[in-house]
C-alpha cells in the first residue's frame, strides 16, 4: 500500500525558513512526479512546487526566489526548503505523487502538514 508522509511543518515568524519533507512508500519513486501543494483556509489547493527527476523543477509566481523543491531518489524523498515565508504562505502542504503508466496512471496524496507563518 502506498504511503506518503509529510513532516516539517510548523509556526514561524514572517522571514523565517522552513524545511518539509515527504517520504514515499511502496512506488518506484524515480518514476513519479511529485508535487507540493498548499490550501490556505477558505481557498483553494494550489500547485506549488513540482520535480520530476532529470528535470528543471518548476514553481508557481508567488513563491520563485523562496522555495526550492528537491528530491533523493535513493531514499524515496521529495523535500521543500521555504525561505523568506510570508503570512500569506500560511496553509496545510500537501505531497503528491503522479505517474502516468502505459494502462494506468497512479495518483497518492498525503495527509499534509501545517504551515503558519506570524507577522
Known amino acids: 500500500q502506498v504511503h506518503l508522509v509529510e513532516s516539517g511543518g510548523g509556526l514561524v515568524q514572517a522571514g523565517g525558513s522552513l524545511r518539509l519533507s515527504c517520504a514515499a512508500s511502496a512506488i518506484v519513486f524515480s518514476n513519479y512526479h511529485m508535487d507540493w501543494y498548499r490550501q490556505a483556509p477558505g481557498k483553494q489547493r494550489e500547485l506549488v512546487a513540482t520535480t520530476t527527476s532529470g528535470v528543471i523543477p518548476t514553481y508557481t509566481d508567488s513563491v520563485k526566489g523562496r522555495f526550492t523543491i528537491s528530491r533523493d531518489n535513493a531514499k524515496n524523498m521529495v523535500f521543500l526548503q521555504m525561505n523568506s515565508l510570508k503570512v500569506e504562505d500560511t496553509g496545510v502542504y500537501y505531497c503528491?505523487?503522479?505517474?502516468?503508466?502505459?494502462?494506468?496512471?497512479?495518483?497518492?496524496w498525503g495527509q499534509g502538514t501545517q504551515v503558519t507563518v506570524s507577522s
Open positions: 503528491r505523487a503522479r505517474a502516468a503508466f502505459r494502462w494506468r496512471t497512479e495518483d497518492y
